[in-house]
């Protein structure tokens, strides 16, 4: 099985250190071969996607992602940008279904910033799609306003859509999620307003009858922020496009107190995927050991899981990462009075430790 590693900038690369030594401990022959992405990219091979790292992520059996990012890159030209490197591999590799699980661990119920009571249990899916919408659109840029009472000035513009079958299969995904939980799926939308996501509801509605075992909801995307934030615990699979699933997921991830805990999959049609943190390359800590892995390590478990075949090394990772909360080591992001705090690689240490 040959995983690529791709740790990137910022914390990237002190997180990706720690889940490759999880890999190295299951017992499995893993070929690990590690490339430039992002800013180490552009460093190193002058683009942020350079050719090698991403005919490595094709040949690859999955893609172990760290982050990328970093201030000194902010004045590159857009295409040079860190950005690029995961918005080129989402394409390039066609990783259309991104899964971001948010899971409030009940040790860390004290670290949300909502009441215990509201998120202690949490646990709902966001499933994003991620290569269509606003964010892939054509045309976009700036030019001339054509018409209207700005014509003549600049203006820029992106372009939202989403064909049919794009629609199709995440639905598809979604529906088959919930399969193996609670059942339910939040499809959200903004049909009052958007021509794109009243044609999004009406073929997941479609979508809908070929799953009768599924409960079906559709919610207008300001109510889903309200009631992620108000009643999480009320949804179980949430489903949405590129665009609202940014904003969403991350809203999500910050009920459980640290987005340094959330992994995430982006897969294509066949389950070949990448695998990355939840959060970003964080510069201003980069460097000085106190980054959270847990989310990269559970990441990897999720690669376990989706691509490699190897649910029970999977459960394996994450029961050894439900050990160390237990133990009450917490790195900065997720400390309360009376844990332990620890350093980016003694959370990776106590990991390994907890796995043999
Ligand atoms: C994410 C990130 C990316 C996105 C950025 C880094 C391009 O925010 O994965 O959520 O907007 O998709
Ligand atoms: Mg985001």
Redesign the pocket.
């Known amino acids: 099985m040959k995983i690529a590693i791709l740790p990137g900038d910022g914390i990237g690369p002190e997180i990706m250190k720690q889940a490759v030594k999880v890999l190295n401990v299951l017992g499995e022959r893993f070929e690990l071969e590690t490339a430039d992405v992002g800013g180490a990219g552009y460093a190193g091979h002058g683009h942020p996607l350079p050719a090698s790292t991403l005919a490595l992520a094709r040949a690859a059996d999955a893609v172990l992602f760290g982050a990328?990012?970093d201030y000194k890159y902010d004045s590159l030209e857009r295409s040079l940008r860190p950005?690029q490197a995961?918005?080129g591999l989402r394409k390039e590799l066609a990783l259309f279904a991104n899964l971001r699980p948010a899971i409030l661990y009940p040790e860390l119920a004290g670290a949300s910033t909502l009441k215990p009571e509201v998120v202690s249990g949490l646990d709902i899916l966001i499933i994003r799609e991620?290569t269509g919408d606003i964010?892939f659109g054509k045309p976009r840029g700036v030019r001339e306003c054509p018409d209207g009472p700005f014509k003549g000035e600049r203006e820029g513009f992106d372009t939202m859509r989403y064909a049919e079958s794009e629609i199709r299969r995440i639905a598809h995904v979604a529906f088959q999620a919930a399969q193996k939980r609670d059942r339910r799926v939040t499809s959200v939308d903004k049909a009052n307003v958007l021509e794109t996501f009243q044609f999004w509801r009406d073929i997941v509605t479609d979508v809908h009858k070929e799953y009768p075992d599924i409960e079906l909801d559709h919610m207008y995307v300001d109510n889903a922020a309200m009631q992620l934030v108000r009643a999480p615990k009320k949804f179980d699979v949430l489903v949405t496009g590129?665009m609202f699933g940014?904003i969403l997921?991350?809203c999500a991830a910050m009920l459980t107190g640290s987005i340094g805990m959330l992994p995430s999959a982006s897969l294509d049609a066949n389950n070949k995927g990448l695998y990355?943190p939840?959060h970003?390359s964080a510069p201003d800590i980069a460097g000085k050991g106190i980054a959270n892995p847990l989310a990269t390590i559970l990441s990897a478990a999720m690669m376990l899981r989706f691509s490699l075949g190897r649910p029970e090394q999977a459960e394996r990772i994450e029961t050894a990462v439900k050990a160390v909360l237990a133990q009450g080591l917490r790195t900065a992001d997720i400390y309360e009075p009376g844990t332990t705090r620890v350093g980016t690689d003694e959370m990776g240490d106590a990991v390994v430790k907890a796995l043999a």
């Open positions: 990328v990012g950005e995961i918005l991620l964010y590129n940014d997921s991350d990355e939840s970003g």
